[in-house]
C-alpha cells in the first residue's frame, strides 16, 4: 500500500506543537541561551583587609597628586576622605557652608542615618580647603566638576583606585577604605569606642566595634616568652 502523503501546512504544524511542548516541559531547544554576567568577587578574595595603613595612605596621596591636571583636588579628596572617614555620598555632598574657615571646623553631616558631626580642620587641610575655593569660586560644592557640579561617584573611584595602581599597592583600593583606615587608626591610638562611633557618625556601636577588635594593642605582651 502507497505512503500516506502528510500535507506541508500539517508537517509544519506538528513540529511548531513539539517545540512548544519542549519549552514547556523544561527540555533544551536547539536555541542557545545567553550567558549571564559574571558575579563581582567578595571583598576577601581581592585583598586580605579592608583598611590602609598611614604609611600606605600617604603614599595615595602623592600619587594622586601626579594624575593629572587636577592632582591638588584629587590629593584632598583623598585627605579629607581618610581624616573625616567620609563615605563617597558625603564628601560630593559636601558644600563650602560646611567649612568655617575662621574656627577651623567642618560640619559632617552622614548617610544612612547617622548622627552629624562637627571636625577640628588641620592648618595643611585649612590652606588646602582656601587654595581650593580660590580655584573654583562660583560652586556651592567644595568638590566640582568642570561644569560646577558635584562630582560623580564613579570619578571618586577611578581617581582613588588609580592612585593606588600608581602608589604599587599589592591590592586594589576603592574609597570605603580610606574610612575605614581613620577608624583603625583611632582604635590603635587608644581612642575609646564611643567615641570613634561619634567622629564617624556611627547609629549603632556594632559598626564601631570592627576597629576596636582589630587594635593590636590590646594585645601587647600575649606572645612574649
Do not use: C
Request: aromatic share 6%; charged share 30%; net charge positive.
Amino acid at each position: 500500500m502507497a505512503g500516506r502523503i502528510v500535507p506541508a501546512s500539517f508537517s509544519a504544524k506538528s513540529k511548531k506543537t513539539k517545540n512548544f511542548e519542549k519549552k514547556k516541559s523544561g527540555k533544551k531547544t536547539s536555541k542557545k541561551k545567553t550567558g549571564l554576567p559574571p558575579t563581582k568577587p567578595m571583598n576577601s578574595q581581592v585583598r586580605s583587609r579592608e583598611y590602609l595603613t598611614p604609611a600606605e595612605i600617604r603614599r595615595v596621596r602623592e600619587k594622586a597628586k601626579k594624575l593629572g591636571r587636577h592632582g591638588f583636588r584629587d590629593e584632598l579628596i583623598i585627605m579629607m576622605m581618610y581624616r573625616h572617614g567620609l563615605r563617597v555620598g558625603e564628601l560630593i555632598n559636601l558644600k563650602w557652608d560646611q567649612v568655617d574657615f575662621t574656627r577651623s571646623r567642618l560640619h559632617v553631616n552622614r548617610l544612612k542615618n547617622g548622627d552629624p558631626s562637627i571636625h577640628q580642620i588641620e592648618g595643611d587641610e585649612l590652606r588646602a580647603l582656601r587654595k581650593l575655593k580660590r580655584d573654583y569660586p562660583e560652586s556651592d560644592f567644595v568638590f566640582t566638576s568642570e561644569r560646577l557640579g558635584p562630582l560623580s561617584s564613579r570619578t571618586i573611584h577611578n581617581t582613588i583606585s588609580q592612585a593606588g595602581q600608581e602608589a604599587n599597592l599589592k591590592f586594589p583600593i576603592h574609597p570605603h577604605m580610606m574610612r575605614h583606615a581613620r577608624g583603625h587608626r583611632l582604635a590603635n591610638e587608644g581612642v575609646d569606642t564611643r567615641s570613634i562611633q561619634a567622629y564617624l557618625g556611627h547609629k549603632s556601636i556594632l559598626h564601631t566595634v570592627i576597629y576596636t577588635k582589630l587594635n593590636a594593642n590590646r594585645f601587647k605582651g600575649f606572645s612574649k616568652d
